[in-house]
């Protein structure tokens, strides 16, 4: 459901694991017999393909649900899915408007539930977002990531990760638009163990200035597009541009969990920058869900 759900321990675990068979790069039978349902509120493009794909590579089978078949909640309860989902299949990797959605199915299903992006959490998001700064810094000790925007699903498990892991983290957003207070005292408290040092301001440069990572994300997330025009407006200051980027380390990356909005979060041309890591964020997804797999789905966790 949650980043905050893992230890440390069990996080390190997973990216290892995940680099491991990144490397290996050859398919196995690990969960032959084992399926997947996909259950979609919202669309998809990497999340939707690379839990396939994972499931593909690992000799198990994927049933998709789209947005327009989903109806839960209207067309039958959440209860009921989850115990009928749990009578044939061996997991779900749910994409949900309310997290509360999301829990509700964790609860009665008998089967491991994965949070597939909610309105408060993208976990998946963030283990590919850690593996890739592992990836590209060797570690992640003393890595300052900075995050320009909205205080969304992608900035709490993100914030989540870092205060686990003891990375530091930093968010500049607009008034009203930052992580909310409940959120934020338990990631203090998770920092307050692991060293890692939060900072909310709404000041891009304070964040930026220095950091090893540039991180944004869609000021408008799905689920808010009737909020779109006012978003732009409240946003604007927010955008993540070649000279933002010239002020971190010279070392630094940027990364972005993508769909990206060109012109809006991140300026034309940014993604495809030589520091620009989106796409190997992206193929991460894969990597990181196979491992998250093999420890839900077989014996092998
Ligand atoms: N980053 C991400 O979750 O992308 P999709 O919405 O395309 O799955
Ligand atoms: N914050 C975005 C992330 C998409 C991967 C959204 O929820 O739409």
């Known amino acids: 459901m949650s980043i905050a759900d893992l230890s440390a321990g069990e996080i390190m675990s997973l990216i290892e694991t995940a680099v491991s068979l990144k490397k290996k790069n050859t398919n196995s039978r690990e969960l032959a ?40 909640g209207s067309r039958e309860s959440v209860r009921d899915v989850a115990h009928v989902l749990s009578r044939y299949v061996s997991g779900i990797a749910a994409r949900t408007f309310s997290h509360r959605t999301l829990t509700e ?54 914030l989540f990760m870092a205060a686990r892991v003891g990375m530091n983290f930093r968010i500049a957003s607009p008034a009203g638009y930052g992580i909310h207070e409940g959120i934020l005292a338990r990631a203090e408290e998770m920092a307050g163990a692991s060293g890692s040092k939060i900072i909310c301001t709404s000041d891009p440069q304070e964040v930026t200035e220095s950091a090893d990572v540039i991180y944004t994300d869609v000021w408008t997330s799905m689920g808010q597009e009737a909020e779109r025009d006012e978003r732009r407006k409240v946003f604007a200051g927010f955008q993540v541009t070649p ?6 380390n010279p070392d630094s990356i940027f990364m972005h969990p993508l769909p990206a909005h060109h012109g809006e979060e991140v300026a034309d041309g940014v993604l495809y920058s030589p520091n620009s890591e989106v796409f190997r964020q992206a193929e991460n997804r894969l990597h990181v869900q196979k491992a998250l797999l093999l420890v839900l789905l077989s014996s092998r966790g």
């Open 33 to 72: 017999e084992r399926s997947l349902a996909l259950i979609f509120e919202k669309p998809s493009l990497r999340t939707r393909i690379s839990f396939d794909i994972a499931m593909w590579q690992l000799g198990g089978h994927v049933v998709y649900l789209s947005p327009e078949e989903v109806g839960i």
């Open 105 to 158: 199915m964790a609860e009665y299903a008998t089967i491991p539930v994965i949070n597939a992006l909610s309105d408060e959490e993208h976990p998946c998001q963030a283990l590919a977002d850690l593996m890739t700064i592992y990836e590209v810094k060797g570690g992640i000790k003393g890595v300052t990531l900075a995050y320009v925007g909205d205080g969304n699903n992608v900035a709490n498990s993100l």
């Open 243 to 248: 000279s933002m980027l010239s002020k971190a």
